[in-house]
């Protein structure tokens, strides 16, 4: 690479905005696929998104990613110009995605700076072929290429009769004032019309006559342009739509109409319908598909900026910082009782914004598991195809949120996850309906938080684990160490762990190299988790990965024992009280128990495990909570309860880790007042 | 926070400048000297957080700006008896090989510039504290037993841990 550009922060940039170029690609382009229609809206951002990369790269002078971009971005300029209906979705998909694919395959060589050698002509010949039979379509000159689907489907246009009209749009208002001083308003007003025609065809505009009419531009500056239209898309998208396409805005005023506002106002004036730019839509969809699109385009449409995790992790440091000195202010000894009505009354307004602060802080580094899962939606297209399989992906949870260094461990082993799914869990068609199951495979990415900890489940309805290949194999290599009758089922599927292991007979494309499950086994240990899997031959393989929550944000309720503060996620204390002596037993091995509504449970004092010094040994005195997990219970002992807290779990040091391993404590969290509090870990007090 | 004192980045540009310099810090009666690079910042005393199942020497952790520390006690490292903190007791921040370790000490002298020609090996007294100690350096008439901070992490300490269980 040239050195004038190994300029880091540019190369950073470049890197990072392509790459979300590009998977922002990638979601439309399967999302238009599945739906087997490309919507304007969706041809507009693969557009946008293109250009974007052909810009950058063009100047970072890699010229490969350039042309491709370059003809992909002509290619959907025609079909963006030309409002071409018979698209062959498939193929245009499969085209954009190759182009994808080429580009990623040379980011990753940018980001190993290696040379950008990836020869793009054919791609680049492809797309020009492809984009020359729709050109000759349109002409209408017979194309000897046979991809493209000569039917031009119907149309179908929107209802011109406002009686007719879909009953979840809305009617808005929205006025309009620019800038003073950027003239030319009514050719800006006529640029919102026209990016306002890509989502509405039902609108109006005042003045009416905007580029003809001289007077217009003094409307406009004197009274806005005035816009009424039509949409189901809600509030919050069209005002980042107007204030997203509007160049010199000044002020935005949006309003929603209600019903009768709309009939007294289209009576008097006939709602102005674009017919230039019919919206096909296919007849078998319903509704409410169709209203799913926008929603999906729209979660991976957040406006996101890129920050250095070094700044946020020091954003995090100083809010640190700050509570403690709040709380040094706040609570300073020279002010104690002295009478000072107003400064309390600031004091208590920045605690609550420096609470308020915290808790945003503490969030940012929190990333949503869904870019993870949307990935794996093209995995399973490209293998589906490529065996023969027909296989449907199901994601539930994906709102689920865990740290950022943790989703880069676990991206990796999920797809080794779902490609095992498909490759050696999904039979193909035939076979499945000869064993009476749907000719669909099922996969279904399930995260969920249990705990302290997040479970990713990937979960398929395959044919199962047969045991005794398994066995067979792993006696072949030598991996079994006790007798075999004693295995259990799940130690049987454990084996799969262990390295060098493949089932799979042939080697294929995607799996079966034997370097794919304890691949997944060391990623997450990387992370402190754990795999497990469970079959059931003929019915299906579950694996779940156990990611714990370090540094992730957890409910914890805060106790005290002694002058040392402990905290334990909320979500595995069943309950909390203060214990009658009456309930109180005593075994003869001088083990305590307590009986609360018929059931006995074993008390575990926090004072004599952790050997603080407390004040409160008497039983009676002091605060029972009855934590839980998996079934199993128990009592602890502690002082007193000193509230529920948000916290973030952050690792005992390094240090101590190497010294010892601590089962009862899964970290340690920072409290408001600046003290350390020891997360207890509920499965590690229950001997789990 | 009342005796932040950043002494020097332990940067790579700054490597050359920092040879040769110690930090010496004393322990009763004994002066300990400590290369400079190892050494982020010193810090009176914090509040500690006691930390269960450790070995008596690790009195637990502290937040240091929002990052977390194991606070290790100088005194019962080297098994000497303990003495009530006072005034002049510090923390000596470390970061050795990326893991950051806090170090009581009875407080901070100077820092001293010791060629190598002024230090001499340890006597070899076979097993003992003496694995810590990597040189002896001889300045104005003073003795100061210079540290080998990466044995402060490592070697012997299972046995240790083992030992105080």
Redesign the interface.
């Known amino acids: 690479m040239d050195d004038i550009f190994s300029n880091e922060s540019m190369l950073d940039l470049f890197i990072y905005e392509t790459t979300q170029n590009i998977e922002q690609i990638e979601t439309s382009v399967l999302i238009s696929e599945k739906e087997n229609f490309f919507t304007p809206d969706a041809i507009n951002e693969i557009f946008r998104a293109m250009h974007t990369i052909k810009g950058s790269s063009a100047i970072m002078k890699y010229d490969n990613i350039a042309s491709v971009t370059h003809s992909i971005e002509d290619l959907f300029y025609y079909i963006r110009e030309e409002n071409s209906e018979n698209i062959d979705c498939g193929l245009l998909a499969d085209l954009v995605l190759k182009g994808v694919d080429f580009i990623k395959l040379e980011m990753e060589k940018v980001k190993n700076s290696d040379k950008l050698d990836g020869n793009p002509t054919e791609l680049i010949e492809g797309i020009k072929s492809y984009l020359h039979s729709l050109k000759g379509e349109e002409d209408g000159v017979d194309t000897l290429d046979t991809n493209v689907n000569p039917i031009v489907k119907e149309h179908y246009c929107l209802p011109l009769d406002k009686n007719e009209t879909n009953d979840n749009k809305k009617l808005y208002e929205a006025i309009i004032f620019f800038e003073d001083g950027c003239e030319m308003e009514n050719v800006r007003a006529f640029g919102i019309i026209h990016h306002l025609k890509e989502i509405t065809e039902e609108f109006r505009h005042i003045p009416e006559n905007i580029i003809d009419n001289d007077n217009s531009v003094k409307i406009i500056r004197e009274q806005g342009f005035t816009i009424l239209f039509r949409s189901d898309k809600d509030y919050r998208e069209l005002y980042d739509f107007f204030i997203g396409t509007t160049a010199f805005l000044r002020e935005l005023e949006l309003h929603e109409l209600s019903e009768e506002q709309i009939c007294g106002e289209s009576d008097s004036t006939k709602m102005a319908v674009t017919q230039e730019s019919p919206v096909k839509i296919p007849e078998l969809k319903t509704k409410d598909e169709l209203g799913q699109v926008p929603m999906e385009s729209r979660s991976s449409h957040q406006s996101i900026i890129s920050v250095d995790v070094v700044k946020l992790d020091k954003l995090m440091d100083l809010m640190g910082e700050m509570v403690i000195a709040e709380a040094m202010v706040t609570q300073n000894p020279e002010l104690q009782g002295v009478k000072l009505n107003s400064y309390y009354k600031s004091a208590r307004q920045l605690k609550k914004i420096t609470g308020e602060m915290q808790d945003m802080v503490m969030s940012i580094r929190m990333v949503p598991l869904s870019a993870s899962f949307r990935k794996m939606h093209r995995l399973v297209r490209d293998m589906s195809r490529k065996l023969d399989k027909k296989v449907e992906l199901t994601l539930i949870g994906e709102e689920t949120e865990v740290d950022k260094d943790i989703i880069e461990h676990i991206s990796d082993p999920l797809m080794h996850l779902v490609r095992n799914a498909i490759d050696h869990g999904i039979e193909e068609p035939d076979v499945r309906v000869a064993v009476g199951k749907p000719k669909t495979g099922k996969i279904t990415l399930e995260a969920k938080n249990v705990g302290s900890d997040v479970f990713i489940i990937v979960r398929d309805d395959g044919r199962g684990i047969d045991k005794e290949k398994v066995l067979q194999k792993a006696r072949k290599n030598g991996l079994i160490r006790k007798s075999e009758k004693e295995l259990t089922d799940k130690e049987i599927y454990n084996l799969l762990f262990l390295p060098g292991f493949s089932t799979n007979d042939e080697v294929t494309e995607f799996s079966g190299r034997g370097v794919g499950m304890d691949v997944v086994t060391k990623n997450l240990e990387a992370v402190g988790g754990s795999v497990s899997i469970d079959s059931v031959e003929g019915n299906g393989t579950v694996t779940t990965l156990k990611i714990p929550l370090t540094l992730a944000i957890i409910d914890g309720m805060n106790i005290r024992v002694g002058d040392a503060k402990y905290t334990i996620p909320t979500t595995s204390i069943r309950e909390t009280f203060q214990a009658k002596a009456d309930d109180l037993i005593l075994d003869p091995e001088g083990n305590e128990m307590i009986m609360v509504r018929g059931e006995c449970y074993p008390i575990l004092r926090l004072h004599k495990l952790f050997e603080v010094k407390s004040d409160i040994t008497d039983l009676t005195k002091g605060i029972m909570l009855i934590i839980e997990q998996d079934e199993k219970c128990l009592s602890l002992f502690a002082d007193e309860l000193v509230g529920q807290h948000q916290v973030v779990v952050k690792a005992l040091p390094a240090y101590m880790k190497n010294l010892k391993r601590i089962d009862e404590l899964t970290g340690c969290t920072l409290l408001g007042d600046g003290s350390i509090s020891l997360i207890l870990n509920t499965g590690g007090l229950l001997g789990m | 926070m009342t005796k932040t004192d950043i002494l020097n980045p332990s940067e790579m540009e700054y490597e050359d400048t920092l040879k040769g310099k110690y930090l010496v810090f004393s322990l009763g009666k004994e002066m300990y000297g400590m290369e400079i690079r190892y050494i982020t910042e010193i810090i009176g005393i914090q509040?500690i957080?006691?930390?269960?199942?450790?070995?008596k020497y690790?009195k637990g952790?502290?937040?240091l700006?929002?990052?977390?520390?194991?606070i290790i006690d100088a005194r019962l490292r080297f098994r000497k008896e303990i003495r009530e903190y006072d005034g002049r007791t510090c923390i000596i921040v470390l970061e050795i090989d990326?893991?950051?370790?806090g170090l009581i000490v009875d407080s901070v002298v100077e820092v001293l510039t010791m060629q190598d020609e002024d230090i001499s090996s340890p006597p070899d007294v076979g097993k003992g504290h003496c694995n810590y100690i990597k040189g002896i350096g001889k300045v104005g008439g003073s003795i100061t037993l210079l540290l080998d901070c990466q044995k402060l992490?490592t070697d012997d300490?299972l046995e240790e841990?083992n030992a105080s269980l």
């Open positions: 509040p957080t006691e930390v269960p199942e450790m070995p690790v952790i502290t937040n700006r929002g990052k977390i520390i194991p990326d893991i950051s370790i992490l300490e841990i």
